[in-house]
């Protein structure tokens, strides 16, 4: 078990587009290993790559026990519907804003095996998925979010609380 430094917003890496995985090696094993680590660590549902430094596609998602997802060179095939909500972000501490997204997408990725899958998600997963897909592209959500609070403003008019992607 290997928890990596998450990088933060102001970190010029985090602006930054990643590369597509050409091969699995030991290597990538072992980063992906260490980003459920890192984000199970930090209570966090999904991380990018970037997120802990390393330029590359590689995406993880656990919306919860039984859901996990590794997404290798993620690519939106559809996007459909929309929902307005809460999103944080495990680079950008304390803040949660208001995201509109899709509520449901299409996207084809590869898996730790480098298999060719699809995944159809909606809701949380949907949004998980667009959040990761963009730190990819070098962007975070505080540059679309309505609205960008501190968490402690924030308590006081929400009940529940949703953990950072
Ligand atoms: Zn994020």
Redesign the pocket.
Same mark, same amino acid.
């Given at each position: 078990m290997a928890i990596r430094t998450i990088r933060e917003i102001g970190d010029p890496i985090l602006n930054k587009r990643a590369k597509e995985v050409k091969e699995m090696t030991p290597r990538m094993k072992e980063l992906i290993s260490d980003m459920y680590d890192t984000m199970r660590h930090a209570n966090g549902v /999904?991380l990018?790559a970037p997120?802990v430094g390393i330029l590359k596609r590689i995406i993880v998602i656990e919306t919860d026990e039984e859901s996990s997802y590794t997404l290798i060179n993620p690519v939106i095939l559809k996007r459909e519907g929309e929902q307005r909500g809460y999103e944080g972000? &495990?680079?950008v501490p304390g803040k949660t804003g208001i995201v509109t997204r899709p509520n449901q997408v299409v996207c084809e990725a590869l898996n730790e095996r480098m298999e060719r899958c699809t995944i159809e998600a909606e809701g949380l997963l949907a949004r998980c998925i667009c959040?990761?897909m963009d730190?990819l592209e070098g962007h &975070?959500?505080t540059e679309i979010a309505e609205e960008l609070m501190d968490n402690e403003e924030l308590e006081e008019s929400r009940e529940n609380t949703e953990s /950072?992607?």
């Open positions: /999904g990018a997120q972000c &495990l680079s959040h990761e730190h &975070l959500y /950072g992607t």
